[in-house]
């Protein structure tokens, strides 16, 4: 039943050679890995305004400087992140370009980064999508948590078909939404031309006194949430087809231009419109509304806002178990996210992303603008990582053009570790946790490294010397009666070895006397050693004769403990007996020169 269900909602196993078969196309690629960039336009201009209402409605006209801002550095992550592509073809971004030129604790702290990043991404669109529907149906507010727990799930599932799939299925909104903006950008600004506009624009140039150089970094930064999203295209080249590189590149030059000019129009447009943040109703829901009225076409830019803000999570779908698989494939992460599931892509990686990311969004209830902050300079971080590591290169390896290429990282990297100081310093109460979660991140990743170097270390053999030992076997079987399952159990053992023993654990002389004869009348040709336990424990009696055992004869002997268990025929069953076998050979597990294995016998009705 389990593997039909699983059949119908993930589909049928693929075979390896059909990998080839789930890289991308550049359009497909574009609307998987950019939508997280793309949708940023929902509430990139909404977090500068924020900020600046702060100072009143006259400060509003800052947010077209700011916008330019935010432009140029768009430009020079684009520019930047195009040269990483081609110095590093494998993927993996800024985890890969610190680990080949910062160094292990520097590529540690990219990697996690990225990683919170990810996980905040996925937090961050449901919330955000959320937001564009209460917009429109205000009567949902309060479901807000559990719609964006049910696009999280849909989102696994998505992905756990595979990448081809769910970016088939997916590419059709994020497109529709690109469609939707530059026609809202279209019409609200011939609107505005023909004096069709609902309020005055903010006066450019007016003086505000009470705005300062702290509120215009501040909105800055805030701004700076419209790039999140950037870096992906250069974690996931894997997902290209080939010429991987090269797709690559003009994947994240189409994402620059598109995301640049919808950015730029929704900043001219709520400046045009004169719009100010409202806490019910999104910037994008109030410049559709002035401009398109109550109509369908507002409902229709709504939904399609709605979507892409909850399909934004999956470039962290696409890029996230990607970066896990580096992280465990140099030993920083559990190896388990190395495991491609049936569908082909890193199964476990896609269910971990969403299982945290749904914490995220209980613990913080679905409040976007709590998220924003962290998510925000999660990114920094490792943009000013990439852009130091590429500067290195360079001066390192000195290429064909390398003074320019230099030149175009170090803007680069003084331009995001600017956003970074200012992030810390603007909006350090917003921020401080990930101050202290990243350095965690980065033990947890020092600690799982040192365990996999102890374990080789204690598993690494000599060929010349380390040579099979051969020894004799003591078998020793618990029994708590005469059944099926123990003269099953008993057949097994003699074929293993001739010294075999039973051991019953009676609470009672009486119940003692019982086994004895019972034991004596069957006479299965092996001996039964009765144990008394006054405190009705079955595993400590035990384990001091498994003790007393290993003493006498662990020199010469393995010492077995074979268990005999019952499988029943449906699941269910299984929890009407008591599961005495299985706490048995966890706790046994735990002896050092003993062999625990379960014997099964299977019932047919």
């Not at 003009?250 to 620059?256: A, E, F, N, Q, V």
């Not at 409202?278 to 401009?291: L, N």
């Not at 229709?300 to 892409?308: F, P």
């Not at 945290?356 to 603008?369: H, R």
Request: overall charge positive; charged content about 15%.
């Amino acid at each position: 039943m389990t593997g039909k269900i699983k059949r119908l909602l993930i589909g049928r196993p693929m075979k390896s050679n059909e990998l080839e078969g789930e890289k991308l196309s550049k359009l497909k690629a574009l609307a998987i890995l950019s939508s997280d960039a793309l949708s940023s336009v929902a509430y990139g201009t909404e977090q500068i305004l924020l900020v600046l209402v702060l100072a009143g409605a006259a400060a509003l006209w800052y947010s077209l400087p700011i916008a330019l801002a935010v432009l140029a550095l768009l430009t020079i992550l684009i520019v930047s992140y195009r040269q990483t592509i081609f110095a590093y073809p494998t993927g993996g971004g800024a985890y890969i370009v610190a680990k080949d030129n910062l160094g292990k604790f520097s590529s540690l702290i990219a990697g996690g980064s990225l990683l919170v990043d990810y996980i905040l991404t996925v937090a961050v669109s449901s919330s955000a999508g959320t937001d564009a529907i209460t917009s429109a149906f205000p009567i949902l507010h309060d479901d807000r948590v559990l719609i964006a727990l049910a696009m999280i799930v849909f989102l696994t599932l998505m992905n756990l078909r595979g990448v081809t799939e769910s970016a088939s299925v997916l590419a059709i909104p994020i497109y529709a939404f690109v469609v939707a903006i530059f026609l809202l950008i279209i019409v609200g600004t011939i609107n505005y031309l023909a004096g069709g506009a609902a309020a005055a624009a903010p006066q450019i140039e007016a003086t505000v006194s009470n705005v300062s150089l702290f509120l215009l970094l501040k909105a800055f930064s805030s701004g700076c949430s419209a790039l999140t999203g950037v870096e992906a295209v250069s974690n996931a080249i894997p997902n290209f087809r080939d010429p991987a590189p090269k797709n690559a590149a003009s994947t994240l030059i189409m994402m620059g231009l598109i995301l640049g000019g919808m950015f730029t129009g929704i900043t001219l447009l709520a400046y045009w419109y004169g719009i100010a943040p409202d806490e019910k109703s999104t910037v994008i829901s109030q410049i559709a509304e002035a401009t398109f009225g109550r109509g369908w076409m507002y409902f229709v830019i709504q939904g399609v806002t709605a979507l892409i803000l909850f399909l934004a999570a999956n470039t962290a779908y696409s890029a996230f178990p990607l970066l896990a698989f580096m992280l465990a494939k140099d030993k920083y992460l559990p190896h388990m996210f190395m495991v491609r599931g049936d569908r082909l892509g890193f199964s476990n990686g896609i269910i971990f992303l969403s299982v945290m990311s749904a914490i995220l969004v209980v613990a913080f209830k679905g409040n976007t603008d709590s998220l924003i902050p962290l998510y925000a300079v999660g990114v920094f971080i490792p943009f000013t990582l990439s852009q130091l590591g590429m500067m290195i290169r360079w001066i390192k390896h000195k290429p064909k053009g390398w003074q320019g290429k230099l030149v175009i990282n170090t803007i680069g990297m003084l331009t995001t570790l600017s956003i970074t100081l200012i992030f810390v310093f603007t909006k350090f109460a917003q921020v401080w946790v990930i101050f202290i979660f990243l350095p965690i991140v980065v033990y947890l990743f020092a600690k799982i490294y040192r365990h996999y170097a102890n374990t080789a270390d204690q598993l690494r053999i000599d060929l010349a010397v380390d040579k099979p030992c051969v020894k004799g076997n003591t078998v020793i079987i618990p029994v708590s009666g005469i059944t099926q399952v123990v003269r099953h159990t008993v057949s097994y053992a003699k074929t293993l070895s001739d010294s075999v023993v039973a051991v019953y654990i009676g609470f009672d002389d009486e119940s003692i006397r019982k086994m004895e004869e019972k034991w004596a009348e069957w006479d299965p040709g092996i001996r039964l050693i009765v144990l008394k336990s006054r405190y009705r424990s079955i595993l400590r009696p035990l384990r001091k004769f498994i003790d007393t055992v290993e003493w006498k004869k662990g020199e010469h002997d393995n010492i077995t403990v074979l268990i005999p268990q019952f499988i029943t025929k449906h699941w269910w069953e299984a929890v009407l007996h008591n599961q005495t076998s299985i706490m048995m050979r966890a706790y046994l597990l735990n002896y050092k020169d003993v062999i625990v294995t379960t014997v099964p016998f299977h019932l047919h009705k």
